[in-house]
T-cell receptor, first 109, second 112 residues
Framework: GENVEQHPSTLSVQEGDSAVIKCTYSDSASNYFPWYKQELGKRPQLIID?????GEKKDQRIAVTLNKTAKHFSLHITETQPEDSAVYFCAAPYNKFYFGSGTKLNVKP | EAQVTQNPRYLITVTGKKLTVTCSQN?????MSWYRQDPGLGLRQIYY???????DKGDVPEGYKVSRKEKRNFPLILESPSPNQTSLYFC???????????FGPGTRLTVL
């Protein structure tokens, strides 16, 4: 089955800095790579996703990049704000929905 | 309003007392799944369903059962709950595996 590894497990940045979270996957047949954000006490929600026919996708301050050859994809958050503080999960669905282990992002004001 | 609902939201029970957590979606989604979330362990899939009458095991299915008799409902059944099933449970649905998953609000279960 698919194996999704996510790093780092925790990330602390100063407000205004950038944050990068990386995920690797094992099954080359995976072709959809979403990122979910879970704020404290709330449910996970999709923030951005990318499909294998695209190398990069942006939505305002967040972007996702995909390297299919190396089997890794990354979430980039620029100009971080305190409201970006949350746990972020990557996923690589293939047959089942495989989530990464999560990254707790803390943005210090 | 498009949504995934779960009931109950909170439940405290005792070991061995059968319980069911309901999940319902009104978006005509084919794919539904259950996850448990424990501190430091992320989201682990318990069971999933690709469509009506089609269910399969996730990563941690032991001690759980599911059924998918109707497209909108996907109940999670704990026949004989044990304390190690104390967790936060999320139901989720999507049109297909490669589409956005919509999560329910979560059910916090405590088994004494």
């Amino acid at each position: 089955g698919e194996n999704v590894e996510q790093h780092p497990s925790t990330l602390s940045v100063q407000e205004g800095d950038s944050a990068v979270i990386k995920c690797t996957y094992s099954d080359s047949a995976s072709n959809y790579f979403p990122w979910y954000k879970q704020e404290l006490g709330k449910r996970p929600q999709l923030i951005i996703d990318i499909r294998s026919n695209v190398g990069e996708k942006k939505d305002q301050r967040i972007a996702v990049t995909l390297n299919k050859t190396a089997k890794h994809f990354s979430l980039h958050i620029t100009e971080t704000q305190p409201e970006d503080s949350a746990v972020y999960f990557c996923a690589a669905p293939y047959n089942k929905f495989y989530f990464g282990s999560g990254t707790k992002l803390n943005v210090k004001p | 309003e498009a949504q995934v609902t779960q009931n109950p939201r909170y439940l405290i029970t005792v070991t061995g007392k059968k319980l069911t957590v309901t999940c319902s979606q009104n978006m005509n989604h084919e794919y539904m799944s259950w996850y448990r979330q424990d501190p430091g362990l992320g989201l682990r899939q318990i069971y999933y369903s690709m469509n009506v009458e089609v269910t399969d095991k996730g990563d941690v299915p032991e001690g759980y059962k599911v059924s998918r008799k109707e497209k909108r409902n996907f109940p999670l059944i704990l026949e004989s709950p044990s304390p190690n099933q104390t967790s936060l449970y999320f139901c989720a649905s999507s049109f297909h595996l490669s589409n956005e998953q919509f999560f329910g609000p979560g059910t916090r279960l405590t088994v004494l």
